[in-house]
């Protein structure tokens, strides 16, 4: 069972001296109660309260990495069932599958495809996070998939075989790499306990009920497996949707151990139809699966599903910002335009794609608004006359074009007295309030 912040309370020194940087030991037991504070930050927590601690401070969805070439998934250590209530932190992987029965040259031009799609999405380099190789036969022949798809493009694995000697084999193909084996069912856990200790991978364990899987999941911890990926056996969206809920509730509401491991997800076996697909991938992604395999690679799909789990992942409290400054589009000239925004990245990428979707040069001078929009910094504070002119004298910007002129947001047009005041000599232009009407402007824009 969960401690409660009282209970934790009782067993920490109770001398407030700060050092865990809470203010008492009250607030740093209810962060703890909370999973949101780190054990560690208390240096003088007794080794017995430490032992009784550890357990309650651990957190309720366990951490599971598999790897490949210095690439990383991780999947798990998640603390809230909703973003809004604090965020999550490590996104959803998201696999192609390839199958061992295609020819290794089909596989491997798959793969290479696969692995070389990139999404730009505000600043952020967007890809897939590896591979599933699923066995059909023999395991040469599966051993040989698993050396084509690693020796085309080393990202992480998920091996999939129901044959524990089939998986050895894929096992010895992918050495080097820390794969997550998929196969394991109440009938064969335990061999593939052992291959998964022999290995040190962490392992997924398939069941058609929760209980059986929370079953499941204490003895393979028993067997000394601490990593461990939960398949809830249904496909569906409605019994996907709700299972997957369960078990990130129990995990998170009632600290229920034998649940709490992250969630692997198949879309691609819920439907054949891509956009069905889709929605069952969105659905993953969004409710609790950790690991996602997708059966076809299809920019189409994924372009969506990336920026996607790119927002679903990204923390709410802390907006993306992108460096202030003046950045300049199309080969910018001292006639050309200066228009000034914020440094939310969705802000500034809006911006700066129209203008170099025009291909008009332009100046943007990027203002500190703390990662904030136009009109919410401008409605805090923080996108104001004052602090535009600021940007304006420390980047110099002055200096490098021949007109003094400064096109501000259309949204914000309420500042164009006072940024006249601030910047004496300088004209201000109000110019589209929506980023999309930049080009029109910049086409009728004089010096
Ligand atoms: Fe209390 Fe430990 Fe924090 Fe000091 S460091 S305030 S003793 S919890």
Known sequence: MALSGIQIYKMLPQTNCKECGFPTCLAFAMKLAAKQADLDKCPYVS??????????????????????????VKSGNEIVLFRHEKTFFNPAGLFIRVYDDQPL????????EAASYVVEYVGMALTIDGFAVQATGDGDTFAAAVKGVLDTAKFPLILIATDTAVMAQGLEAAEGTRPLIYGATAGN????????????????????????????????????????????????????????????RMALKKNFKPLGFPIISFPGECANDEGMVSIAATQAITKYGGFVVLDRFSPATLYPLLALRANIYTDPQQPIQVQPGVYEINDPQADSALMVTTNFSITYFSVANEIDGSGIPGWLLVADAEGMSVLTAWAAGKFDAERIAKSVKTTGIGEKISHHKLVIPGHVSVLLGELEEELPGWEILVGPREAVDIPAYLKVWQP
């Open 47 to 72: 080794d017995e309260a430490r032992e009784k601690l550890a357990e309650a401070a651990a957190p309720p969805v366990r951490l599971v990495i598999i790897s490949a070439d210095g690439r990383e």
């Open 189 to 248: 856990w335990e061999a593939f306990a052992d291959l998964a200790k022999k290995h040190d991978a962490p392992m997924v364990i398939r069941a058609d009920s929760l209980s059986v899987l929370a079953e499941l999941t204490e003895k393979i911890k028993a067997a000394g497996i601490e990593e461990i990926v939960l398949d809830p056996g249904v496909r569906d969206l409605k019994s996907s949707l709700a299972l997957n809920t369960l078990i990130r």
């Open 105 to 112: 040259d089909k596989i491997k031009a798959r793969v290479e």
